[in-house]
């Protein structure tokens, strides 16, 4: 097993229940592709449990829970339903995301500034359960104040526009995104805030990332599976663990 290293790797299995759901069988398991992440040098498992449960299933976050000797990052709308079933497992990070039916993934950041009050109260419980509650966000002065005033322990910082510039070669826009995170890392940091980031990244535009020492986990799902399918789940997770550390240490 690839040893752990300072930057924490989170990876995101919904994408393997996305292929077992389209067939409608018991394969590929998302259990399995937890523990061969692990063993791969995974420091956490994110697992979104949507309300529509287009991938991960009930049974699948009870399993997880049953199986997993790394921490189970579950991802959740800010509901009465998800905070219900956090609640029963007590994992030992609840992240709150937006979600809407007809988007494909997560879009954007959560919008905590608006729903100040509301927020607050919803994650008061989890935190008292023991779960280290985490915020969405987009990399946002007015967002990340509000999540260190409800009591967040954690913000993820949401790197899908600076991944989308650099896909799409409009390198000026890409720097910017660049800049505003690794300005806005140091600003959540600041604050007291453990500051994780993800969404969208490859091995094209971890390192920038990466290298920022404010950021302490990095989330990363449908790209890995991806890879997977050409190279196997375990060297495909192996190569930016990789690349991780080379940033780290640079």
Known sequence: ??????????????????????????????????????????????????????????????????VLDIPLNFEMAATAEMQSIALRYKPHAVCLVPEKREERTTEGGLEVAREENRLAHFIAPLAEAGCRVSIFIAADARQIEAAHRIGAAVIELHTGAYCDAHAEGRLTERDEELARLREMSAYAHSLGLEVHAGHGLTYDTVKPIAAFPEVKELNIGHFLIGEAIFLGLEPAIGHMRQLMDEARAE
Do not use: C, F
């Not at 692990?38 to 976050?61: P, W």
């Open 1 to 66: 097993m690839t040893p752990r290293s300072p930057l924490r790797l989170g990876v995101n299995i919904d994408h393997v229940a996305t292929v077992r759901n389209a067939r409608g069988s018991a394969y590929p398991d998302p259990l399995r592709a937890a523990k061969l992440a692990q063993k791969a040098g995974a420091d956490g498992i994110t697992a979104h449990l949507r309300e529509d449960r287009r991938h991960i299933s009930d049974a699948d976050i009870d399993g997880l829970m049953s």
